[in-house]
């Protein structure tokens, strides 16, 4: 079994445990109400979101799976005239792990270091990762990186590369994302050369919809599940029956909405709160931002880095970029 280093208490002793409840407080006691999406990912909303991946609908994992079937043997060529022919692949939100188990037999790392909030989802993954590359050295690496990149010193330093695939970048505001760039392009932060990213494109309303509201409703219960993770980090009473799945995409902000309706006027209580809705009130549970290539090339060098690459499906409806410090 691979080294797992778990920076996420959950007992509700922990200090983590005591910001995750002002947190989530905060958020459902604002006048307009929210949740932030990494509250998705319990060990059953890493499995939703894994069944969300192999919908119809969800255009982005396939689309960018066949970027990088096409293109890992010239992405591999590129980090190596960088002096990365055996990287340290730092697996941002690896979840289930199959986009670097895919990429891992072309860049061929020295190191594996899959990070995710979901510590025991991960875990497994991680396992997996291992049984399939018995010699490869994984440190697994349970954690929230939304609040720092600061990795555990098991993780090598020499010849990191971030890989931050899924277009999860599009959960940060765009102010915020840069911010987070700047972390990865900062050598004294992330001490990393490089970073190899997903994004999702900018494209007509009704194919983004439908991918955040399919036909199964996978995505609905995806959204509904973050009220069964609130009930438990909170001891909350929320009754995911009297919810309603909403997706829209707002093109002023060039980003997919996901919110949760409420269906008839309710009150959700936890220990020390309460909180009233009315009828239609909705708590924003998720952005998920459109970029265009070039907006985000034009991001990526404001954030530091000095080279930037690209590789697109034929629609343009996705993009991989390797950005080099
Ligand atoms: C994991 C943030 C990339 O925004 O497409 C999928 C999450 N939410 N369906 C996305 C998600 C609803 C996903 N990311």
């Known amino acids: ?5 778990n920076l996420r208490p959950q007992d509700s002793s922990g200090q983590q445990a005591r910001t995750v409840t002002g ?8 006048d307009a109400a929210s949740v932030s999406p990494k509250f998705f990912y319990n060990p059953l909303g890493s499995r939703l979101f894994e069944a969300i991946t192999a919908l119809d609908e969800y255009y ?12 890992s043997a010239q992405m591999a060529r590129t980090l190596a005239e960088h002096g990365l022919s055996h990287p340290c692949l730092i697996d941002l939100g690896a979840g289930n792990c199959a986009k670097a188990m895919a990429l891992i037999p072309h860049l061929q790392p020295r190191q594996y270091v ?4 979901s510590v025991d989802f991960l875990r497994d993954a991680a396992g997996q990762v291992q049984h399939r590359f018995p010699a490869l050295d994984i440190v ?3 954690m929230d990186f939304s609040a720092g990149l600061a990795l555990p010193d098991a993780v090598q330093e020499r010849d990191r590369v971030f890989f931050y695939p899924g277009s999860s970048l599009g959960n940060f505001q765009p102010a915020q994302a840069l911010a987070f ?4 392009a900062d050598p004294a932060l992330g001490k990393a050369h490089g970073l190899l990213l997903g994004i999702d494109l900018v494209k007509d309303t ?9 036909a199964l409703g996978v995505t609905a219960a995806f959204n509904k599940n973050l009220l069964l993770n609130v009930n438990a980090l909170l001891a909350a009473d929320f009754d995911v029956r009297q919810w309603r799945h ?8 060039s980003r997919i909405e996901m919110h949760l309706q409420a269906l008839c006027g309710l009150t959700v209580s936890w220990p020390g709160h309460s909180r009233r809705f009315l009828a239609g009130e909705r708590i924003h549970t998720e952005s998920s931002y459109k970029y265009t290539a070039e907006t985000m090339a034009a991001l990526l060098k404001q954030a530091g880095f000095r080279q930037v690459r690209r590789w697109s499906d034929q629609q343009d409806w996705f993009a991989v970029f390797w950005a080099a410090v």
């Open 140 to 142: 697994g690496v349970g």
């Open 206 to 214: 009704a194919t983004l919809e439908a991918a955040y509201d399919d």
């Open 114 to 117: 899959p990070v995710d909030i």
């Open 246 to 253: 909403v997706a829209l995409f707002n093109a002023a902000q």
């Open 60 to 71: 982005p994992t396939r689309t960018e799976a066949g970027i990088f079937a096409a293109a």
């Open 23 to 30: 947190e989530l407080t905060e958020g459902l006691m604002a």
């Open 1 to 5: 079994t691979p080294r797992f280093i």
């Open 181 to 184: 760039l700047r972390q990865m």
